[in-house]
C-alpha cells in the first residue's frame, strides 16, 4: 500500500514537526552561495535568502517563523488578497490577529457566511486587488497566497498592497507556479503549453476533460488570469519597495525534464531562459 504525506500525518502527527525541522535545516544548507552556484547556477548570488529545491514550503503555514521574525501578528488588522473560502484569513485568526478582510475577485458567498455565522472576527468583499477600497495605511499585514500569477499588469496590486499597509507593517505575498515553468498554465503536464500553439493546446486540455483542468487551466485562460510576468520582472516590482526576506522554488518536475529530456529541453532553450523555465514561484516579504 501506497501512503501519501497526509496519511502519514494523520497516523504520526508527531512526525510533522520533525520534518519541518528537517526540511528547514536542508534548505538553509542548499541555499548557501557555494550550493546554489553549483546545483543552480542560473540563479544570480545573493538574490534569495532561501531556496527551496524540491518546491515544498510555497504555503503560508509553512512560512509563518518568518513572518512573526518580521513583525508582529498578536492584535494586527489583517488584509488577505485572493482569499478564495478564507482558509487562509482563518489562518491569520488563529495565528493572533485581530481582524481580518478577506478580499476576491471571485465571490464564495456560501463558504464566507459560514465562517461569518462561526461568530469569526472577519469581514469579505469582492474587489480587484488593483484597485482596493481601503484607504492608506489601514493594514498592518497585507498578505497574499497563490495570487500574483493570476493577475494581469501586477505591479498596480504590488502597489496597492504597499499603498495600504501601514508604515513599519509587512506585505506578504507567496505565488506561482509561475507561467514559464513546468505545469505553469496549471495543468497536469509539463511543457506543453509552451511547446504547442494555444488553440491546439486548449483542444488538447479540452479533450482530455479532467476536472482540476477545467476549474484552473481553461478557466484561467478564458478569463485572461494569467500575468505572463518573469520571477524577474516580480523581483523588479518589489524593489521599488523594502524587501526584507525572499524566496524561490524551484520545479522538481522542470529539473526531471532537464535531466531526462534533453531533445524537448533544447527546444525549450531557444524559446526562454533556463531560469524561467526552472523558477515555479517565489515568496516576498516587504515594506513600504
Known amino acids: ?15 510533522t514537526p520533525l520534518a519541518r525541522g528537517w526540511h528547514r535545516r536542508l534548505t538553509a544548507w542548499r541555499s548557501r552561495d557555494a550550493y546554489v552556484s553549483r546545483h543552480a547556477p542560473f ?21 509563518v517563523r518568518t513572518t512573526r521574525r518580521l513583525t508582529r501578528i498578536d492584535g494586527a488588522d489583517v488584509l488577505v488578497l485572493g482569499c478564495r473560502s478564507g482558509a487562509e484569513a482563518l489562518l491569520w485568526l488563529r495565528l493572533g490577529a485581530r481582524s481580518v478582510t478577506g478580499l476576491d475577485y471571485n465571490p464564495r458567498t456560501d463558504a464566507w457566511q459560514r465562517l461569518r455565522e462561526r461568530g469569526q472576527a472577519m469581514r469579505f468583499l469582492v474587489a480587484d486587488a488593483r484597485r482596493l477600497p481601503f484607504a492608506d495605511s489601514a493594514f498592518d499585514i497585507v498578505s497574499s497566497e497563490s495570487l500574483l500569477e493570476h493577475v494581469r499588469h501586477p505591479g498596480k496590486a504590488i502597489d496597492e498592497m504597499h499603498r495600504v499597509v501601514r508604515p513599519g507593517g509587512l506585505v506578504y505575498s507567496i505565488f506561482g507556479p509561475l507561467y514559464f515553468t513546468a505545469g505553469g498554465a496549471h495543468y497536469e503536464g509539463t511543457y506543453e503549453h509552451l511547446l504547442m500553439d494555444r488553440a491546439a493546446f486548449l483542444d488538447w486540455i479540452a479533450a482530455r476533460d479532467r476536472a482540476i483542468e477545467r476549474e484552473e487551466c481553461l478557466t484561467y485562460y478564458e478569463s485572461d488570469m494569467f500575468s505572463y510576468w518573469t520571477a524577474d ?4 516590482e518589489f524593489e521599488k519597495h523594502a524587501v526584507l526576506h525572499s524566496a524561490v522554488f524551484l520545479s522538481p518536475e522542470a529539473r526531471r525534464v532537464q535531466r531526462e529530456r534533453p531533445d524537448i529541453w533544447a527546444r525549450l532553450l531557444a524559446l526562454h531562459p533556463e531560469r524561467d523555465l526552472l523558477i515555479s514561484g517565489l515568496a516576498v516579504w516587504s515594506r513600504r
Open 43 to 63: 540563479l544570480k548570488p545573493d538574490t534569495f535568502d532561501q531556496v527551496f529545491f524540491d518546491n515544498r514550503g510555497n504555503h503560508p503555514t509553512q512560512h
Open 1 to 15: 500500500m501506497r501512503l501519501d504525506r497526509e496519511t502519514i500525518k494523520a497516523a504520526a502527527p508527531f512526525l
Open 233 to 236: 520582472q516580480y523581483l523588479h
